[in-house]
Nanobody, 124 residues
């Protein structure tokens, strides 16, 4: 069974950067699109970015376009989310999850094997 583990969160000042990692502890990621989501206190979980199984297709939420970048290294069974120019409104728990091959939006039921999340706090 595919099990995903997020890491790389932390406390950063506005304008700073963090790189999150989503790593499979078991199965290969070769056949999985991977989506990054976030959930702030009192808000619904929202899609942030997604990458297709081969890295050939990526997409981003409007709120992070130009600041976040998603990539993957299937040999390392890891997907990365590089977050630059962070803002206080980026504060949330960030989750990764898997879908079949391609990203088809951010509808939560399309994704499975959710990780436990990693906290990102942007504050001065």
């Amino acid at each position: 069974q595919l099990q995903l583990v997020e890491s790389g969160g932390g406390l950063v000042q506005p304008g700073g950067s963090l790189r999150l990692s989503c790593t499979s502890s078991g199965f290969t990621l070769d056949y999985s699109a991977i989506g990054w989501f976030r959930q702030a206190p009192g808000k619904e979980r929202e899609g942030v970015s997604c990458i297709s199984y081969d890295g050939g297709s990526t997409n981003y939420a409007d709120s992070v376009k130009g600041r976040f970048s998603i990539s993957r290294d299937n040999a390392k069974k890891t997907v990365y989310l590089q977050m630059n120019s962070l803002k206080p409104e980026d504060t949330a728990v960030y989750y990764c999850a898997a879908a079949y091959y391609y990203c088809s939006g951010y509808d939560l039921p399309l994704f499975g094997s959710w990780g436990q999340g990693t906290q990102v706090t942007v504050s001065s």
